[in-house]
């Protein structure tokens, strides 16, 4: 089907893919995508491109109409203009076969769901876009642009299947090679308390009101309007927006209304709002697969084992009262009692956390001998991918041009699309 918008031509594509690629003959799920077209001269006989989604588990952007007289506006209006755009929702998201707390105890019990979510890392989401490309391209190659995690799928997709890449931009994504979950985290922390600092820097008042309410989380359990539970640490989760471009203000404007219903009771307003920000019932993937997606550790493939809880051991600051400091993109064996969108399935997590034989994410060999043009935007003080890594990956790629700035936070591409775009485009053209 296709829909006209102003601006935008919108066609549903839907796949039955293999859910073990490895066993090409045997169960299928759907893949969804959705090709965006401009509705210009040529729109349709331009180059594909295929957009990698951040997450894990974040299904792809939905394209907004343009306004009536005026081109289409973000990345993807920019996009359009040189591609023949497809936004992929990666296997278990948006339109695709869903891996939710509904649908996954059909697959059996915890671990019957363990060993199919062990199916969705990036190495099946990269042989996911060649099944999709070989049908939509009649072989021929394709670009990709990879935000976040989508830029950890496109680097996959470097290593194992670069003769279907024509040419790869990447925005904050580009992980570590060789770096255990452990290495990972232990990068982590420390970044998190830089940006713990400049925003009490920015608010300064924050400090007392997040000691406030964690000393009040402390004496009443506290039910968020969701059903969620709201425990200090589940408070101190908050922090995982501070890696964004306004995040220190979305942070300090929540924290105003925290006791706005009257002393010694959370308001309703600042409950609803954090468990907004903190659940992950739109997309219970980020957690469930978070640490097996970025570990990285194809060395030995050993259990991740909840390496965010195990490292935060050693940051005995983050349990310190004051000044409570806030976390980042970290995943807990805890969260599968307070969020009520993992608790049918903390069997399951823990059995992934368990789980050992992850195979290897990323072929060294391959990457050094690279021949596709890359080109990757590098946060320099990201929150939630460490720029040493990346830059260290940047390296070890062969012609991989970087862009390193420190202009925006992670989600760059979202605040000055056309800029981006317009730079990586001419970079990967050899611009």
């Given at each position: 089907?296709?829909?006209?918008?102003?601006?935008?031509?919108?066609?549903?594509?839907?796949?039955a893919?293999?859910?073990?690629?490895?066993?090409p003959?045997?169960?299928?799920?759907?893949?969804?995508?959705?090709?965006?077209?401009?509705?210009?001269?040529?729109?349709a006989?331009?180059?594909?491109?295929?957009?990698?989604?951040?997450?894990p588990?974040?299904?792809?952007?939905?394209?907004m109409s343009?306004?009536?007289?005026?081109?289409?506006?973000?990345?993807?209006?920019?996009?359009?203009?040189?591609?023949?755009?497809?936004?992929?929702?990666?296997?278990?998201?948006?339109?695709?076969?869903?891996?939710?707390?509904?649908?996954?105890?059909?697959?059996?019990?915890?671990?019957?769901?363990?060993?199919?979510?062990?199916?969705?890392?990036?190495?099946?989401?990269?042989k996911?876009?060649?099944?999709?490309?070989?049908?939509?391209?009649?072989?021929?190659?394709?670009?990709?642009?990879?935000?976040?995690?989508?830029?950890?799928?496109?680097?996959?997709?470097?290593?194992?299947?670069?003769?279907?890449?024509?040419?790869?931009?990447?925005?904050?994504?580009l992980?570590?090679?060789?770096?255990?979950?452990?290495?990972?985290?232990r990068?982590?922390?420390?970044?998190?308390?830089?940006?713990?600092?400049?925003?009490?820097?920015?608010?300064?008042?924050?400090?007392?009101?997040?000691?406030a309410?964690?000393?009040?989380?402390?004496?009443?359990?506290?039910?968020?309007?969701?059903?969620?539970?709201?425990?200090?640490?589940?408070?101190?989760?908050l922090?995982?927006?501070?890696?964004?471009?306004?995040?220190?203000?979305?942070?300090?404007?929540?924290?105003?209304?925290?006791?706005?219903?009257?002393?010694?009771?959370?308001?309703?307003?600042?409950?609803?709002?954090?468990?907004?920000?903190?659940?992950?019932?739109?997309?219970?993937?980020?957690?469930?697969?978070?640490?097996?997606?970025?570990?990285?550790?194809?060395?030995?493939?050993?259990?991740?084992?909840?390496?965010?809880?195990?490292?935060r051991?050693?940051?005995?600051?983050?349990?310190?009262?004051?000044?409570?400091?806030?976390?980042?993109?970290?995943?807990?064996?805890?969260?599968?009692?307070?969020?009520?969108?993992?608790?049918?399935?903390?069997?399951?997590?823990?059995?992934?956390?368990?789980?050992?034989?992850?195979?290897?994410?990323?072929?060294?060999?391959?990457?050094?001998?690279?021949?596709?043009?890359?080109?990757?935007?590098?946060?320099?003080?990201?929150?939630?991918?460490?720029?040493?890594?990346?830059?260290?990956?940047?390296?070890?790629?062969?012609?991989?041009?970087?862009?390193?700035?420190?202009?925006?936070?992670?989600?760059?591409?979202?605040?000055?699309?056309?800029?981006?775009?317009d730079?990586?485009?001419?970079?990967?053209?050899?611009g």
């Amino acid at each position: 089907m296709t829909d006209r918008v102003p601006g935008l031509l919108l066609t549903d594509h839907t796949f039955a893919v293999p859910l073990d690629h490895d066993r090409p003959d045997g169960e299928t799920i759907e893949v969804y995508a959705r090709e965006v077209t401009g509705r210009d001269p040529g729109a349709a006989d331009r180059p594909w491109l295929v957009y990698l989604q951040g997450g894990p588990g974040g299904a792809s952007p939905r394209p907004m109409s343009a306004v009536p007289g005026q081109p289409p506006d973000g990345w993807i209006g920019r996009a359009v203009r040189d591609y023949r755009v497809l936004l992929l929702d990666q296997r278990g998201t948006g339109r695709s076969t869903p891996a939710n707390r509904q649908t996954l105890p059909r697959r059996g019990g915890p671990a019957e769901q363990a060993d199919y979510l062990a199916l969705f890392r990036a190495d099946a989401i990269v042989k996911d876009a060649e099944f999709i490309r070989r049908r939509l391209t009649g072989g021929a190659p394709w670009s990709v642009l990879g935000q976040s995690f989508g830029g950890m799928c496109a680097v996959t997709y470097l290593s194992y299947a670069a003769d279907g890449l024509r040419e790869v931009m990447i925005t904050g994504g580009l992980p570590g090679l060789d770096a255990t979950i452990d290495d990972v985290y232990r990068a982590a922390y420390p970044r998190m308390r830089r940006k713990n600092a400049a925003h009490f820097q920015r608010y300064p008042g924050d400090a007392a009101t997040a000691r406030a309410i964690a000393d009040h989380l402390r004496e009443h359990e506290t039910t968020m309007p969701g059903g969620g539970l709201l425990t200090v640490p589940a408070f101190q989760s908050l922090g995982i927006i501070l890696g964004m471009s306004s995040g220190s203000d979305r942070l300090h404007h929540l924290l105003e209304y925290a006791f706005a219903d009257g002393p010694g009771l959370l308001s309703h307003v600042f409950l609803a709002g954090v468990e907004a920000e903190i659940s992950v019932a739109g997309m219970p993937l980020f957690h469930l697969l978070h640490e097996a997606c970025y570990g990285w550790d194809g060395r030995d493939g050993r259990a991740t084992g909840w390496a965010a809880e195990r490292v935060r051991a050693e940051f005995p600051e983050f349990d310190a009262a004051d000044p409570l400091l806030f976390t980042g993109e970290t995943m807990h064996p805890w969260m599968l009692r307070t969020d009520p969108a993992l608790r049918p399935l903390a069997e399951t997590a823990a059995l992934l956390a368990a789980r050992e034989g992850w195979t290897p994410l990323y072929d060294r060999a391959a990457l050094a001998a690279n021949t596709v043009p890359v080109a990757a935007l590098v946060y320099h003080d990201d929150l939630y991918v460490d720029t040493a890594y990346s830059l260290a990956t940047a390296s070890a790629i062969r012609g991989l041009r970087p862009w390193i700035t420190n202009e925006y936070e992670h989600d760059g591409l979202r605040i000055d699309p056309v800029r981006i775009m317009d730079r990586l485009i001419g970079m990967v053209r050899g611009g």
